[in-house]
């Protein structure tokens, strides 16, 4: 029996890119929201898109997605080119997006979530019911196949941590058959030990095959388990890395400015107090 490593070693790096962006850019009237943005998106490996607020994050997500068509350059899905209609048309292409407020309906139980929008049923015509138990025990087996160990798949989903919310949805897509996960800033709201648990789950979605993009703006976050990193700065490339060729203080320096994060130390340092003839400093103080 072949491992989940294997398959993923052996379909992940010999096959092409599940999902391209070849030189993409999006246009508001005349503001550029994107521009001349390519990225690859490969089965078995983490892709990272890291930028500030206001650097066409937001924007990748949805052209990736199926909210937004994007005006210039290549979309591809499995080596085909394409444009999506609609979210729905994304999900039936395997591409899969967990938004960073999750959608979910915090007063249903965890099971309820797990299949919202896609509920089995059982019986027809008016005998025609949702199947509770098998939803429960699929909502059971497939969090404890991605390591998460739920007390109570009964509990409303409002009371799980943000970090626990965040792997339930991960657990979905991977059921539903995605083959390309876009998580949209998974750890913004988490504290250090729920980051952690969350990035484990990114990795684990990632080794059962999924090609996973992750949004952040966390450079350590990213440097743990991306294989790829593509940097966005007022909508455009500022950098495209791999994980052999860039390290986490470069990544870091990149993400921070650079350049300008030095220009801005140099602007901020204490300049000393000019002394006045007589022994007084500029503010009428004798040392």
Not at 24 to 49: D, M, P, Q, R, W
Not at 228 to 236: M, P, V
Request: net charge negative.
């Amino acid at each position: 029996m072949t491992s989940t490593s294997e398959k993923t070693a052996t379909s992940g790096k010999s096959a092409g890119p599940l999902v391209e962006l070849d030189d993409v850019s999006k246009f508001y009237g005349n503001i550029k929201a994107l521009e001349h943005v390519s990225l690859e998106v490969h089965a078995g490996e983490i892709t990272c898109v890291l930028g500030d607020n206001g650097a066409g994050k937001s924007t990748l997500i949805k052209i990736i997605a199926g909210l937004h068509r994007h005006d210039a350059g290549r979309f591809l899905i499995d080596g085909e080119e394409t444009t999506l209609a609609n979210p729905r048309d994304a999900l039936d292409r395997g591409i899969a997006t967990v938004y960073q407020d999750l959608a979910v309906v915090p007063l249903m139980p965890v099971w309820r979530n797990f299949f919202l929008g896609s509920e089995p049923t059982v019986g027809v015509g008016p005998f025609k019911r949702l199947d509770v138990k098998r939803m429960r025990a699929t909502t059971r087996t497939e969090l404890l196949r991605m390591g998460i160990d739920l007390r109570d798949v009964d509990q409303p989903i409002g009371t799980l941590s943000g970090g626990e919310r965040q792997c339930v949805a991960i657990a979905r897509a991977v059921y539903f058959g995605a083959k390309v996960l876009v998580l949209d800033e998974p750890t913004a709201a988490l504290g250090v030990k729920q980051s952690g648990v969350v990035l484990k789950y990114v990795a684990a979605a990632r080794d059962a095959g999924l090609g996973v993009v992750l949004i952040t703006h966390n450079p350590h976050h990213a440097h743990l388990v991306g294989d790829r990193f593509i940097l966005l700065k007022r909508g455009a490339m500022s950098g495209s890395h791999t994980k052999d060729d860039v390290t986490l203080d470069e990544l870091t320096r990149q993400m921070a400015g650079g350049s300008e994060l030095e220009e801005l130390s140099h602007e901020l340092e204490r300049t000393p107090t000019p002394t006045l003839p007589g022994g007084e400093d500029a503010t009428g103080s004798t040392p």
